[in-house]
């Protein structure tokens, strides 16, 4: 039993590198952004657009693989969405405009998409009994990969004077992944429907038609807007605005995984305080960093601890919660839906993040987008996260 359990660990880690990779990845074009512009002559609203539209074909994505995972195995469903990332990362070096590269990079997403909602069923099957620590572990990943990202995307982008060397790297990692996969993960631990043979259905909703998957459907199109609009753009404000150079805007961004790497504990949290106090807390901090990020008088250094804070507050903290409460709102069960219901609606509204964000900053300065898209967004959901009734979730 120890050493099956030993196996079983040693195939999620290979799954987790993967996860790590896609992440990375996608943490890319917003680095590289303000290079495209310069190559297409993009303006700041449709780079902003570009930087996020990835998260559109995630949100497209999510509910459908919800489905697709109740019939095809989910090894299946993982390979298959890192073939559709990789290869669209790398067809982003040849399009020829805007609309081409714009499906490119939602076609990212919709890869992207069935990988994460494939980890996160997984994740939250294997390891039932802690639920938000483990969809933090598959986070803590995401934090490594938004750590390297930026810092590989501006290194090769200085290395190569090109912004297409890290597009194709990366294309070609994923590729290398899907044959590890391949050869090394079993169907018995991918396909582990744990959650549903060991656990009853105990509290939790028949349907995504309840109170609190609808208050969390809000509070995860909120969140997408501020977090991905904070992502898509903040490299191009320290490029643009502070002239940072390409490895500096990748390194001050990369902070915010370093803070996703507190995914675990802070899912562990989740697993033990009120849904109420964890998602208003961590919105009530987002509203204050929103307004702090687009002042111009910080330190590289403030802004790299300023990242990273929003790194713990909106994805180890909100993210991994919002993940898990979305399972926890339905019936055990439903564990596969509850998961897909979660990357579509946060997924859905970060796509057009960075647009918003541009859309503002370029009419009303950056200061005022910070305080709208992320400070007063966030004061909103913080208190509409007080309607959640937690009696009514799943044990």
Not at 29 to 44: M, Q, T, Y
């Amino acid at each position: 039993m120890a050493g099956a359990r030993g196996v079983a660990i040693a195939m999620y880690c290979v799954l987790l590198a993967s996860y790590t990779l896609m992440a990375a990845d996608r943490y890319l074009f917003p680095v590289l952004a303000p290079d495209v512009r310069k190559a297409f002559g993009f303006s700041l609203a449709n780079t902003g657009l570009l930087s996020t539209i990835f998260t559109l074909g995630l949100g497209i994505g999510g509910l459908p693989t919800g489905f697709l995972l109740a019939r095809f195995s989910r090894k299946m469903v993982v390979l298959t969405g890192i073939v559709i990332f990789s290869s669209a990362t790398a067809l982003t070096t040849v399009v020829p405009g805007f609309w081409t590269m714009l499906v490119c990079l939602a076609a990212q997403g919709i890869g992207m998409s069935m990988l994460a909602t494939s980890m996160f069923a997984l994740a939250a099957s294997y390891f039932s009994g802690h639920r938000s620590a483990a969809i933090g572990s598959v986070n803590f990943c995401y934090g490594i990969g938004g750590f390297l990202g930026p810092y590989l995307a501006g290194k090769l982008r200085q290395s190569y004077n090109t912004w297409h060397a890290p597009m194709i790297s990366f294309g070609l990692f994923g590729f290398v992944m899907v044959v590890l996969i391949a050869a090394t993960v079993r169907p018995w631990f991918s396909e582990t429907r744990r959650v549903v043979e060991t656990k009853t259905d105990r509290g939790g909703a028949a349907s995504l038609a309840n109170r609190n998957t609808m208050i969390l459907t809000v509070l995860s199109v909120i969140h997408g807007l501020s977090m991905y609009g904070f992502l898509g753009l903040y490299p191009t404000f320290l490029r643009e605005v502070l002239h940072y150079t390409p490895a500096n805007a990748g390194k001050v961004i990369g902070f915010f995984g370093i803070g996703a790497l507190l995914s675990i504990p802070c899912g562990w949290i989740g697993d033990r305080y009120s849904p109420k106090l964890v998602l208003s807390g961590s919105l009530l901090s987002i509203a204050v960093l929103g307004y702090l990020f687009f002042q111009e008088s910080p330190t590289m250094a403030m802004r790299e601890l300023l990242t990273f804070l929003y790194g713990v507050t909106g994805s180890a903290v909100l993210y991994v919660n919002l993940a898990a409460y979305h399972v926890k709102s339905l019936r055990a069960s439903l564990s596969n839906r509850g998961s897909g219901m979660f990357v579509t609606t946060l997924y859905s509204g970060a796509a057009f993040g960075g647009y918003l964000l541009g859309g503002i900053a370029a009419r009303s300065g950056w200061l005022t987008a910070g305080e709208i898209q992320m400070s007063l967004l966030s004061l909103i959901g913080a208190v509409l996260a007080l309607a959640l009734r937690p009696s009514e979730m799943s044990l």
